[in-house]
């Protein structure tokens, strides 16, 4: 038996909610793998995960939409929506290689230019003989 007209409004926030959760977990579980460096190769089920959720919250604002209670439902399904979203974008961004990054020891070192803080050109083939670290990281500060 379908829910009464009346009783829709009460319905909507859960399942908003429910769908907000369902992202968030989502979401928590994949950045708990990056510690253990544990990353899945294909984040499949978490992008899973976060789209069905993101579909219930939209689904629940619809429900309330169509109940006249639109605004309970609103926010976590924008939340929801939006995380979802930029799961999806920060994938597209960085994906992650398809096959492993391997090196060994004593293997030539390809030529790298890179330009540092002070504007100097540093360049792979200066610290041929030497024993050299890199750190990479994004950003420009």
């Known amino acids: 038996m379908p829910p009464s007209r009346d ?8 399942l908003a909610l429910t769908g907000f959760l369902l ?3 989502a979401w928590l ?3 708990a793998t990056i510690p253990r460096e544990k990353v899945p190769r294909r984040p499949t089920a978490h992008l899973l995960a976060m789209m069905l959720g993101a579909a219930i919250a939209i689904g629940a604002l619809a429900l ?3 109940s006249g209670s639109l605004w309970p ?5 924008v939340l929801a929506a939006l995380l979802a979203a930029f799961f999806v974008y920060l994938l597209q961004m ?5 096959g492993a990054i391997t090196a ?7 030529l790298i230019e890179a330009r540092g ?7 792979s083939t200066d610290w041929q003989g030497g024993r050299v670290l890199f750190k990479f990281y994004r950003g420009s500060w």
Do not use: C, F
């Not at 009783?7 to 859960?14: D, E, G, I």
């Not at 060994?104 to 390809?110: D, I």
């Open 23 to 25: 992202v968030n977990a």
């Open 73 to 77: 439902a609103l926010a976590p399904t």
């Open 64 to 66: 309330g939409a169509s």
């Open 104 to 110: 060994a020891v004593g293997q030539r070192l390809p």
């Open 29 to 31: 579980h994949y950045l």
């Open 117 to 123: 803080d002070d504007g100097a050109i540093h360049r």
């Open 94 to 98: 960085a994906p992650l290689p398809d």
């Open 7 to 14: 009783r829709l409004p009460l319905v909507a926030l859960p």
